[in-house]
């Protein structure tokens, strides 16, 4: 077991819509938090290297940033990073490959599935839980309109905008037992 890996997803560097376009279902911004996209990266930034060191693997679960000018800020970020590629990140390969050790469609170890998507219940094989993010603020639910505990959404607002490591992923989710 590593404590220094960790996981986060859904960031959208540079993009204004998740700060003044997109609403979550009790009528506030999705990012409502933060005035705008350039007051929520830098807290994306402060927060992550408060958590993640320069050894640290982390996980980034899809939807970094729309445009290779906005890739950039992953620079200022500690970790050696592995992108779990999401439905926003059309870039070319040789456009990540400056920020990224490693780049996936989707990755499993240690009883854990990681995927933008959740992954549906009948393919998650022997996995014990999905970190997935692409919902946002959503939690994956069971047909009794509970959270199912065999998902984590590692959605920035989900995480209060900072990584959250596989110890503390394991703390939250004993009964998974993963």
């Not at 409502?32 to 996209?37: L, M, S, T, W």
Request: charge should be neutral.
């Amino acid at each position: 077991m590593n404590p220094n890996i960790f996981f986060i997803s859904d960031h959208h560097f540079a993009r204004e819509a998740p700060y003044t376009s997109f609403k979550r279902d009790d009528g506030r911004f999705l990012r409502y938090e933060f005035a705008n996209a350039a007051e929520g990266d830098e807290a994306m930034v402060e927060r992550h290297n408060s958590v993640v060191d320069k050894d640290s693997r982390v996980y980034f679960v899809g939807d970094v940033a729309f445009t290779k000018k906005d890739l950039r800020i992953l620079s200022r970020m500690n970790g050696r990073k592995v992108l779990i590629k999401g439905n926003h990140d059309n870039l070319d390969l040789k456009d990540y490959l400056p920020y990224f050790d490693d780049i996936r469609g989707v990755h499993q170890f240690e009883g854990l599935i990681i995927s933008h998507y959740p992954i549906h219940p009948g393919s998650l094989g022997k996995a014990k839980l999905c970190i997935h993010g692409h919902l946002h603020y959503r939690k994956v639910l069971t047909d009794l309109g509970e959270e199912d505990p065999r998902y984590f959404n590692v959605s920035v607002e989900c995480i209060d905008y900072t990584p959250i490591s596989l110890t503390k992923l394991r703390s939250l989710n004993h009964e998974t037992k993963f």
